[in-house]
């Protein structure tokens, strides 16, 4: 008796499932059909259209690409400009650095280089993520932690100038005033610290 009612609920639950789905389905038929035999419009008409309603719907959901695209390079931008500002803040404090801060500007600099994944290779967010994030090893490393030895700029920020000139390589004239100083402290490094140590070798 129970395993009957069990049936009858569970045909009954499935049936008010579907049967929208079908009326659905069998309502968009007879429009259909209603107005090919109204004279309204024609098969090939109807076709038009509904292509038509499919390309509109894939231009939205690029748009919908683009503008979330948008949003995550703003959002990147966000996370650097932070980073930047507090190094900015900590060097003209002139204090020591302590673990909290350094742990902070840390998340920060993996965060916006964990979601600069997610961009479009010639996003300039990009290739600013990658240049802080090899500074912010460079600094650690050099400034709080003492090294003597130090990574050459070729190999540190290697990727960080692949993306630029990819960036650029058509037109460099809108570059930021940011970007500028960054390619400029960059080539600067690499003229002086990677001619040094080749000169140690």
Known sequence: MNRNKF???SFRNLFAVVLPAVLASFQYACSTIVLVSEGEDSIEDIAVAVADVAIQQSLNIQ??????????SAEVGEHLDSFRTELLNWEYSNRKMDDTLR??????????????????????QRARASFYSSYWKDFQERIIEGRSECRMVSSL???????????????????????????IELAHQLINRDSNLYEAF
């Open 157 to 183: 920020y290697g990727e960080t100038l692949e993306r630029y000139k990819e960036i650029y390589k058509d037109d460099a004239s809108n570059v930021s005033h940011e970007e500028a100083f960054i390619l």
């Open 7 to 9: 049936f009858r609920s």
């Open 103 to 124: 742990q902070r500007l840390s998340e920060i600099i993996r965060e916006a280089n964990w979601k600069s994944v997610g961009l479009d290779q010639l996003d300039p």
């Open 63 to 72: 748009d919908l690409d683009a503008k979330l695209l948008q949003e995550l």
